[in-house]
C-alpha cells in the first residue's frame, strides 16, 4: 500500500490530477456558478477556471525557471506582478461582454468589479503554484535520498569486501598457531573455522541479520581463540538480551573490535586478558571489550578492520551511536552504543 502511494506521489501526471483538481475544488467553492443547472453558467465557470490555470501554467514553465535557475527573484516578481495585471484585465473584459448577459455566473456587482478578479487570479496562482512546487521539491528531495542511499550501499559493499578478505586473513593465522601447538586439534578447528566462514559468505548478501546469530557467530569465533591462546590468557565472553529473537543488526559489525582485542590483548605471555561483554536493553546494544597491552608490541596492525567498521557505523547510522575508545597504555577499552531496530521475519 505505502509502495503504490509512493509511486502515485513520484508519477508527474498523477501529481498535475491532485493539482487541477484542488485548485478547480477551491475555485468552485469560491464562486457560486456551480449552484445553478444553467449550461451556460458551468461552461462559463469552466472557460473562466482554464483562464486562470492557462496563467498559472504561464507563470510554472516561463517565470519560475528565472526564478529557480537564472536566481534572478526581483526579475521573477516584477513579471509575476505583470502577468498578474494582465490576465486579470483580460478577465475583467471578458465579464463585460454580452454573453454573460443570460448566465447566471458573476451576476453581483462586486464579482464584475476588477479588484474581485484580480483576487481571482492571485488567490489561483497561489493554489496551483504551491503544490507544484511542493510536489517538485519532494521529487527532488526524493532522488538525492535515493541517489545517496545508493551510494551509501556502494560504500557498505565496498567495505564488506575489504573487511571480509581481512577476517579471513586473521581467523586462518588463528588456526595456524593452533595447529603448531596442538595438531590433534586441527580437524576439528578446521571444521570450526568452515562454519565461520559459511556464516560470512551467507550474511555478506544481507543487510540486516538476526542478534541471536551474529551473538553465536561472535561465540564461535571467541571459543576459536579459547583454543588458541586460553591456556594463557585470561579471556571471558558474556551476552545479555532483554528480549530474545526481537533485534537486528548489519552483519560482522562488532567482530572487528573484537578481533583487534584478541590481536594485541594475546600476544604477551603474562598478565593478558580479553574482557568481552554485549547487552542490549530496550534496543540499546552495549558493547565493551577491554584488552592487555604488552610492554612490547611487536604486533604490526593495519588497522583497515577498525576503520572499515568505522566508516560502516557513520554510514548506518550516522550520529546516532556512541564510540569511546580508551587506551591508558596498559589496558584497551572499546564501549560502543548502537540503537538497535526490531527484527521481523
Known amino acids: 500500500m505505502n509502495k503504490r502511494i509512493d509511486n502515485i506521489l513520484d508519477n508527474k501526471w498523477w501529481q498535475e490530477v491532485a493539482v487541477v483538481l484542488f485548485s478547480f475544488t477551491i475555485y468552485t467553492l469560491k464562486n457560486d456558478w456551480m449552484l445553478f443547472s444553467s449550461f451556460i453558467s458551468i461552461a462559463m465557470g469552466v472557460f473562466f477556471y482554464c483562464i486562470l490555470y492557462m496563467h498559472a501554467q504561464f507563470n510554472r514553465f516561463f517565470l519560475l525557471p528565472i526564478l529557480f535557475k537564472a536566481n534572478k527573484p526581483f526579475t521573477y516578481i516584477i513579471l509575476t506582478l505583470f502577468g498578474v495585471f494582465v490576465f486579470s484585465v483580460i478577465l475583467y473584459e471578458i465579464t463585460k461582454m454580452d454573453m454573460f448577459a443570460n448566465c447566471h455566473l458573476y451576476q453581483n456587482s462586486h464579482q464584475r468589479s476588477y479588484a474581485y478578479q484580480l483576487a481571482s487570479v492571485l488567490g489561483t496562482l497561489v493554489c496551483i503554484l504551491s503544490p507544484i512546487i511542493v510536489f517538485k521539491f519532494y521529487r527532488i528531495h526524493r532522488k538525492q535520498t535515493d541517489a545517496a542511499l545508493l551510494f551509501n550501499q556502494m560504500q557498505l559493499n565496498s567495505l564488506k569486501g575489504q573487511l571480509n578478505p581481512h577476517f579471513l586473513f586473521n581467523t586462518f593465522n588463528t588456526l595456524y598457531g593452533i595447529s603448531l601447538q596442538f595438531p590433534d586439534r ?21 543487510q540486516c541479520v538476526s542478534l541471536e546469530d551474529e551473538l553465536e557467530f561472535i561465540n564461535s569465533y571467541v571459543q576459536l581463540e579459547k583454543e588458541r591462546v586460553g591456556y594463557r590468557c585470561d579471556i571471558h565472553f558474556e551476552s545479555k538480551v532483554d528480549i530474545e529473537y526481537t533485534y537486528k543488526i548489519s552483519p560482522m559489525l562488532l567482530i572487528a573490535f573484537i578481533e583487534n582485542a584478541f590481536k594485541h590483548g594475546t600476544c604477551a605471555i603474562e598478565n593478558c586478558f580479553v574482557k568481552i561483554t554485549i547487552s542490549v536493553e530496550n534496543g540499546l546494544l552495549h558493547l565493551h571489550v577491554a584488552n592487555s597491552i604488552p610492554k612490547k608490541n611487536d604486533v604490526v596492525s593495519t588497522k583497515i578492520g577498525l576503520k572499515n567498521t568505522i566508516e560502516r557505523l557513520n554510514l548506518i547510522y550516522g550520529k546516532d551511536y556512541k564510540l569511546d575508545v580508551k587506551d591508558d597504555k596498559q589496558t584497551y577499552i572499546v564501549d560502543l552504543e548502537i540503537q538497535l531496530k526490531k527484527f521481523v521475519g
Open 186 to 206: 586441527t580437524p576439528d578447528l578446521i571444521m570450526k573455522v568452515s562454519q565461520l566462514m559459511r556464516y560470512q559468505l551467507e550474511s555478506n548478501s544481507k
